[in-house]
T-cell receptor, first 111, second 113 residues
Framework: QKEVEQDPGPLSVPEGAIVSLNCTYS??????FMWYRQYSRKGPELLMY????GNKEDGRFTAQVDKSSKYISLFIRDSQPSDSATYLC???????????FGTGTSLTVIP | NAGVTQTPKFQVLKTGQSMTLQCAQD?????MYWYRQDPGMGLRLIYY???????DKGEVPNGYNVSRLNKREFSLRLESAAPSQTSVYFC????????????FGEGSRLTVL
């Protein structure tokens, strides 16, 4: 079983839709949870970062962490064509030096 | 302020040839990583260096070697390239894991024929 599971999609939505992206994980030691956005032929860039359980909002983006279910989500409100990218979840523990990535979900927002 | 710089950006090799991918960062970060990204496989860790002078294997180290030359530079070497090493390679850095943001380079696209 992989440490982090993520539905690869692809996901295609109309402009203005609410998008929900999800990851599950198996390691209860994970404490730091991240979402990266990767545009085509570019390196990933950090979108959201949360520590432990709870919600975090930044503009149109909301990250949720449910440690009891080992489940994290990213919600995108009022999606825009510029949101079209691959979204990668990532997580790490309090100790150790490694990050564990999901395989990424490809999102296309249609104007 | 360049951030994380990878060279070369593109490379085509023949099976059995060797090459080195270079990564340099100007953010004074302690930890540096090499990942490969393949369709459907996500980012897989090849090697990492938690601090200057240390290196450790990641998930897929076979066929690769690394050198942490100094705090700024972390190189990845393919001694005898194989078609299975055709991939996009990313270097990434972070001050420390709990600091949150992993900064990535733009990637190096390698094709092995």
């Amino acid at each position: 079983q992989k440490e982090v599971e993520q539905d690869p999609g692809p996901l295609s939505v109309p402009e203005g839709a609410i998008v929900s992206l999800n990851c599950t994980y198996s390691n209860s030691a994970f404490q730091y949870f991240m979402w990266y956005r990767q545009y085509s032929r570019k390196g990933p860039e950090l979108l959201m970062y949360t520590y432990s359980s709870g919600n975090k909002e930044d503009g149109r983006f909301t990250a949720q962490v449910d440690k009891s279910s080992k489940y994290i989500s990213l919600f995108i409100r009022d999606s825009q064509p510029s949101d079209s990218a691959t979204y990668l979840c990532a997580m790490s523990g309090k100790t150790g030096n490694q990050f564990y990535f999901g395989t990424g979900t490809s999102l296309t927002v249609i104007p | 302020n360049a951030g994380v710089t990878q060279t070369p950006k593109f490379q085509v090799l023949k099976t059995g040839q060797s090459m080195t991918l270079q990564c340099a960062q100007d953010m004074n970060h302690n930890s540096m990583y090499w990942y490969r990204q393949d369709p459907g496989m996500g980012l897989r860790l090849i090697y990492y260096s938690a601090s200057e002078g240390t290196t450790d294997k990641g998930e897929v180290p076979n066929g690769y070697n690394v050198s942490r030359l100094n705090k700024r530079e972390f190189s990845l070497r393919l001694e005898s390239a194989a078609p299975s090493q055709t991939s996009v390679y990313f270097c990434a850095t972070i001050y420390r894991v709990s600091a949150g943001e992993l900064f990535f380079g733009e990637g190096s696209r390698l094709t092995v024929l």
